[in-house]
């Protein structure tokens, strides 16, 4: 199934939770002329009839709506070329495998899926069918990363010996992993998954190299029991109508929010889901504080470390080569506002114009014999992640020229997944893990 010469792509949406709406946004406002939505596939219509409001109201038409086991009979009745994959992700690979048998093309949100068997069926998928899976890791479309890998392949630093990278989820970003489904691994496959296949795609992409051998540790250290440990656990199960949440600063307000309102709390009676759940209550199978040791093609080596629980969120890359040493630094949130705790990452709080939290980015060139120089990069914002959602968007949907090669494939997307997937499995034996006895790849 393709679209007819000239004529626009035709896109469909399945999952139309909070994640759809950027991919949703760009499509009517950004890319008209290239590109047209024209249905939604959910298993909550009330999720699907709040994507059509706000349709609405950025002046499109509503679209079809069609629930999950409808999702085969939609790509046929709606002609539809290209599949938009923004759905749980444990369920990603449902909608990608049958979108690639039906002749459609596939862009899904990161990770492409949540285990070694789902990803097996996907590339072979795609090998069967020669149809395309793109992986929407927009972090390549930061002005900053994209500065990054130039300076790494002209040789600043010479060859590259090993990587360190740190990432840090402040307590309003990265307690909602807590919350919401992601909180149990089947779902998720955990923050070296979900989250942190973002950064392993980053480290990958940069180093223009494959993950070999993963060692790793991790645990729960201060969401679900650990709480009680730490003085922060309250009685309630969700925040919503609970008294003992009130001043919780860890609790979700969805009420005071008109896109979580009306995505979840007003969805409820859908299917039950609840977004706004205790980030101390029992359950949690995931892990907030990991640290990875990985071994690659060429020889490097990377340290990484992810804290879900700090007092600021950002992020440190410090890479050392034969010729010098390349450092980026990124501030997003300097602090945890106590007005915008019981909010997401980014969002408007009460009408304010701007957040109090502040940020900055630097990259840093330190050659030997040579003073350090910053290096000066245009196109950054604090918005938008650094700007790359739009930058993402012009090649997905408005054909722009990608010199980067940042538009990420099905194998790109098993190889930032292998890494997570290698983490999580030394987490749980202690030892060290080639990658390829997860999954070989050629």
């Not at 070296?192 to 993963?214: C, G, I, R």
């Not at 980014?346 to 003073?371: C, V």
């Amino acid at each position: 199934m393709s679209s007819r010469s000239g004529a626009r792509a035709r896109h469909a949406v399945v999952g139309t939770g909070a994640r759809a709406e950027m991919f949703v946004r760009s499509l009517v406002t950004d890319h008209p002329d290239t590109a047209e939505l024209v249905a939604f596939a959910d298993v909550n219509q009330a999720r699907m009839d709040a994507h059509n409001r706000w349709l609405v109201e950025l002046g499109h038409r509503a679209v079809p709506t069609y629930r999950a086991d409808e999702f085969a009979a939609m790509l046929g009745k709606e002609h539809v070329d290209t599949v938009l994959v923004t759905s749980v992700d444990a369920t990603h690979d449902e909608y990608i495998v049958a979108a690639l048998r039906a002749g459609c093309d596939v862009v899904s949100e990161k990770p492409m899926t949540v285990d070694a068997p789902r990803c097996r069926r996907i590339l072979d998928a795609v090998a069967e069918t020669g149809r395309s899976v793109t992986v929407a890791f927009n972090y390549r479309y930061n002005p900053l990363h994209e500065q990054l890998r130039r300076l790494l392949a002209d040789g600043a630093v010479g060859e590259i010996g090993s990587v360190h990278f740190e990432w840090l989820l402040d307590v309003r970003h990265g307690a909602d992993y807590f919350r919401r489904w992601h909180r149990d691994k089947a779902n998720s496959g955990g923050l070296m998954v979900h989250k942190a296949s973002h950064h392993f795609d980053l480290v990958n992409w940069w180093l223009d190299a494959t993950p070999v051998e993963v060692y790793a540790a991790g645990r729960l250290f201060f969401y679900g029991d650990a709480g009680s440990r730490h003085g922060y656990a309250r009685d309630y199960d969700r925040a919503h109508g609970a008294p003992a949440a009130d001043d919780d600063p860890f609790a979700l307000r969805m009420a005071e929010h008109p896109r979580l309102r009306e995505l979840y709390l007003d969805a409820e009676a859908a299917d039950g889901y609840h977004r706004d759940r205790n980030v101390f209550a029992p359950g949690v199978t995931i892990e907030d504080d990991m640290a990875v040791l990985a071994r690659y093609s060429t020889g490097a080596t990377m340290t990484y470390h992810l804290t879900a629980y700090a007092p600021w969120e950002g992020y440190r890359v410090m890479v050392n080569g034969s010729r010098g040493r390349l450092e980026l630094e990124v501030v997003e949130s300097d602090f945890v506002s106590p007005r915008a705790a019981g909010a997401l990452k980014g969002a408007t709080l009460h009408g304010d114009e701007a957040a109090a939290e502040g940020g900055s980015a630097t990259l840093t060139l330190r050659p030997f014999w040579s003073p350090p120089r910053q290096v000066e990069v245009e196109g950054y914002t604090r918005h938008g992640h650094g700007g790359a959602d739009a930058r993402m968007t012009k090649v997905l949907f408005g054909g722009a020229a990608d010199p980067l090669h940042r538009a990420a494939g099905a194998r790109d997307g098993a190889l930032a997944l292998l890494t997570g997937l290698a983490a999580n499995r030394s987490f749980e034996t202690g030892q060290a893990v080639r990658v390829a006895d997860l999954l070989p790849l050629p």
